[in-house]
């Protein structure tokens, strides 16, 4: 099934003999069918039994192998069929040809599915079309149409600051809807310039793992939680947490830095914008805490310039701490998201920090 488009025929009469399998009572003994064949091919957490519904896993498993003609073009057969089949062109531009083997005939079938499927990731941005590819999270169309024109941006690099690694904000404001210019400011850009690459998007991830060809791992925070970690480095503990404002996509870090004996030796808040989730509102905790020992002692990209930069301590580790228990740097988030302003201070906190974790102390009767 993971190299031929079995026809839909087949796989009807194979979903039969199952199906009778599970219902019949016995040889020659006709069961009662409880539950219509589609419906158990639905995941169990929709109520479904999981079974596959093989015409979908079928083109799943050739999607899989023509995804791996895309991401590892150097490989054998992908410069084999490259060399027959589409010498001068990509693979989603490839022809069916005249007389192609049935191999190539199923995989190149899957063209449709992969392009929907795949998005990019913005590195360099120098193998991105701003108007041909999908490269913005969340856009509800599939490629931008409705735009101003502007000759000189054709490739996302065009929107990028090479001095700085950063948006260029009024080109993008200049070029774009306000909406769409908000979703582009609000993709991460590492501080390492990297490749380019391709990823799947969550729609049809989730479609391909109800088909049975992919699995869609989704992590789940309980309430009261949250993504807390801590780093040490030579008897030096940061702990870091963030807060975030869904309203206007503001999010703050709150740092709290702690020697062996518990004695604070500087707390430190810093203010971002146009951050998309809050998921990402941690990556950019994370990386501050990073960046702290070297600047002032100092989901995607941000995990990229974590783990360049993790690199210059002689030993760091990561550590989830409940929120419950990592209190006082989620407290230096929350007020600075509140009051809108940033700090580092040495050997403390500021009072304002101080009266909050006082509130949220427990009082017991005397």
Same mark, same amino acid.
């Given at each position: ?26 040889? !020659? ?5 409880? @539950?219509?064949?589609?419906?158990? @091919? #639905?995941?169990?957490?929709?109520? !479904? ?16 192998? !023509? ?5 590892? &073009? ?47 990731? +913005? ?6 079309? +701003? ?48 909406? +769409? ?6 993709? &991460? ?9 391709? +990823?799947?998007? =969550? *729609?049809?991830?989730? #479609?391909?793992?109800?088909?049975? !060809? ?8 309980? &309430? ?7 780093? *040490? ?5 940061? #702990? ?22 518990? =004695? ?13 989730? &809050?998921?990402?509102? =941690? ?62 201070? =040495? ?20």
């Amino acid at each position: 099934m993971a190299c031929f488009l079995l026809p839909k025929s087949l796989c009807a009469k194979l979903e039969g003999i199952m199906s009778k399998f599970w219902w019949q009572k016995g040889r !020659g003994r006709k069961g009662i069918y409880w @539950c219509a064949w589609k419906d158990l @091919c #639905h995941l169990k957490e929709d109520g !479904g039994l999981g079974f596959r519904d093989l015409a979908k896993f079928n083109i799943t498993l050739l999607a899989k192998q !023509g995804c791996r003609l895309v991401y590892f &073009p150097d490989s054998l057969l992908a410069r084999v069929l490259k060399a027959k089949y589409y010498p001068n062109l990509n693979f989603y531009k490839a022809r069916l040809g005249n007389l192609p083997l049935l191999t190539w005939k199923s995989v190149w079938s899957t063209r449709g599915l992969l392009e929907k499927g795949l998005c990019w990731r +913005v590195g360099r941005g120098d193998q991105i079309s +701003v108007w041909d590819d999908l490269w913005i999270s969340g856009n509800e169309v599939d490629k931008l149409k409705d735009h101003v024109n502007n000759g000189n941006i054709q490739l996302v690099s065009d929107l990028i600051e090479d001095s700085n690694r950063a948006w260029n904000s009024t080109v993008i404001f200049h070029t774009f809807k306000a909406n +769409v210019a908000r979703k582009i400011l609000q993709i &991460p850009l590492a501080e390492i310039a990297h490749e380019d690459f391709q +990823v799947w998007r =969550e *729609q049809i991830i989730r #479609h391909l793992s109800e088909w049975g !060809g992919m699995k869609n791992e989704k992590r789940i925070f309980q &309430p009261g939680e949250s993504l807390q970690q801590d780093c *040490q480095n030579g008897g030096v503990k940061i #702990h870091f947490d963030a807060a975030f404002n869904h309203q206007n996509y503001k999010a703050t870090s709150g740092l709290l830095v702690r020697d062996v004996e518990g =004695e604070i030796l500087a707390s430190k808040s810093t203010i971002h914008t146009d951050i998309a989730t &809050p998921f990402a509102a =941690e990556a950019h905790a994370g990386l501050d805490a990073i960046k702290l020992d070297r600047d002032k002692l100092a989901i995607g990209a941000l995990i990229r310039d974590i783990q360049q930069k993790k690199n210059r301590f002689v030993e760091i580790g990561f550590h989830f701490i409940p929120k419950s228990k990592n209190t006082k740097a989620y407290e230096i988030a929350k007020q600075s998201l509140l009051r809108e302003e940033s700090f580092y201070l =040495e050997k403390g906190v500021p009072d304002y920090i101080h009266q909050a974790w006082e509130s949220k102390r427990p009082r017991f009767p005397d």
